[in-house]
């Protein structure tokens, strides 16, 4: 009994242990999108206003053309 809660705790770290994954190697994919869009000349302007998006968003999703207000 003790071997297969073991192995019930083994196998949700597991699955938690994916799912962060998956989350780390999704940040990176963006993460590498900014970094490629980092050398245009519009990277980091709301399309719409023009006004510069905070460095915060862009970091949570480099590929937000748009800042918070007009994405709306
Ligand atoms: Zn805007």
Redesign the pocket.
Known sequence: MQLRISRMDAINNKSVTEAALRKAKDKLEKLKFALVKVDDEDFGI?I??K?EIPLGRILIMPQAR??V??SH
């Open positions: 709301c719409q206003c006004k748009t800042c207000n007009c």
